[in-house]
């Protein structure tokens, strides 16, 4: 079986991160690497640390410049062959979930579970697709609760940019893809609950995610911001109708009835004149 490294990071979340330790130490498969990266609270969690005893393998409690920062300082403890990112209040769905998951971890770069999400007044279970697409990435993302990344890929590519407070993960997922040209395995299986409660599920998260995202296809991925302009524009129901009436002559000739019906109406020429 593959080593296994699950990283959680934490900043003054103690009752988020007692779930997660909870839901770790009951899992049925227990052979892990368990790094924990405190940004040194000050609201107990650190307590709670050092309560969980021989459950972590290492620990590093010191302030941190974000969450991508305390992630990054994970990987470089890290030893795994894969790494699974469980922050603070995030925890596995069952106690069978890591026993599901090791089993299908053969040797694809990202191995991505489905995750059940909750928050915002609803439920429901967020899907990989079954074959990663481009126009996927550009209007969604890998959920990294539920995505078991190989750590060479870190090692390859390089480590989340700590310039960004939100879609660093999504930049990491597209340089992977698109610069690693990384294997992707998508596996229907509940293995993680998220909870709707962080920066990015808020408004202003929302705003702050769809800047730098932009800001990512204006840099090194501008070729994708086309993309995504023309994808959305391909999606659109103008576009579709467009379409329709390029392709039918029947829908052509109904048009151009109709918009011949319509002068009539509001200028009140006859047909034969129009």
């Not at 079954?130 to 995505?147: E, F, K, N, P, R």
């Not at 202003?204 to 995504?228: C, H, M, Q, V, W």
């Amino acid at each position: 079986m593959p080593k296994i490294s699950i990283i959680t990071v934490n900043l003054n979340n103690c009752s988020g991160l007692r779930r997660t330790f909870d839901s770790i130490a009951n899992q049925a498969y227990q052979e892990f690497e368990f790094v924990v990266i405190d940004g040194n609270s000050t609201d107990g969690s650190i307590d709670v640390i050092k309560s969980a005893g021989n459950l972590i393998t290492k620990v590093l409690i010191e302030p941190d410049i974000g969450v991508y920062n305390a992630m990054n300082k994970g990987i470089k403890l890290a030893t795994g062959d894969y790494i699974i990112f469980l922050n603070s209040g995030d925890h596995f769905y069952d106690n069978q979930s890591l026993t599901l998951a090791v089993k299908q971890l053969n040797n694809q770069d990202l191995v991505c579970f489905d995750i059940a999400v909750t928050g915002q007044g609803k439920d429901y279970i967020k899907q990989h697709p079954d074959s990663i697409s481009l126009g996927y990435m550009l209007q969604d993302t890998l959920a990294h609760q539920a995505v078991f990344i190989k750590r060479a890929l870190f090692e390859s590519i390089g480590l989340y940019d700590e310039s960004l407070k939100i879609a660093a993960d999504w930049k990491f997922f597209l340089d992977v893809l698109l610069r690693a040209e990384a294997s992707y395995l998508a596996i229907h299986q509940t293995i993680t609950q998220y909870y709707l409660d962080g920066i990015s599920a808020t408004a202003n998260g929302t705003f702050i995610r769809r800047a730098e995202r932009k800001s990512i296809l204006e840099g090194p991925y501008k070729f994708l911001l086309e993309s995504k302009t023309n994808h959305e524009l391909l999606q659109s129901n103008r576009f579709k109708l467009l379409k329709e009436l390029e392709g039918s002559k029947f829908l052509q000739k109904l048009n151009s009835a109709w918009l011949r019906m319509l002068l009539f109406l509001t200028k009140g020429k006859k047909l034969k004149d129009i």
